[in-house]
Nanobody, 120 residues
Framework: QVQLVESGGGLVQPGGSLRLSCRAS????????MDWYRQAPGKQRELVAG???????NYADSVKGRFTISRDNAKNTVYLQMNSLNPEDTAVYYC??????????????WGQGTQVTVSS
């Protein structure tokens, strides 16, 4: 059984920073791309940032220059460093991973989500 467990969300003032973490656990062969998505109330889930196993990254225009995605392959963990947060960043943040299972079947997994609230 593969699980993604997120941590690091919370309440922060505008201009502040948070660091999200997402660790994959269970039996699998490898982790391919890892992404962060977010969903604000009344809005569709959107891609925030993604990173390949080799470290290539991509970002939504709304977070470029403020957010940084990184990963530690040895720890099966992806991070999202969020700086200069503003109220528009308030959302539930979800981790997503493309994982190759022991059977060599590739499967997409989601974490349970972590709430980020930016408010004074």
């Amino acid at each position: 059984q593969v699980q993604l467990v997120e941590s690091g969300g919370g309440l922060v003032q505008p201009g502040g920073s948070l660091r999200l973490s997402c660790r994959a656990s269970g039996d699998f062969f490898s982790i391919n791309a890892m992404d962060w998505y977010r969903q604000a109330p009344g809005k569709q889930r959107e891609l925030v940032a993604g990173i390949t196993r080799g470290g290539n990254t991509n970002y939504a225009d709304s977070v470029k220059g403020r957010f940084t995605i990184s990963r530690d392959n040895a720890k099966n963990t992806v991070y999202l460093q969020m700086n200069s947060l503003n109220p528009e960043d308030t959302a539930v943040y979800y981790c997503n991973a493309d994982i190759t299972r022991i059977s060599r079947v590739r499967t997409n997994y989601w974490g349970q989500g972590t709430q980020v609230t930016v408010s004074s």
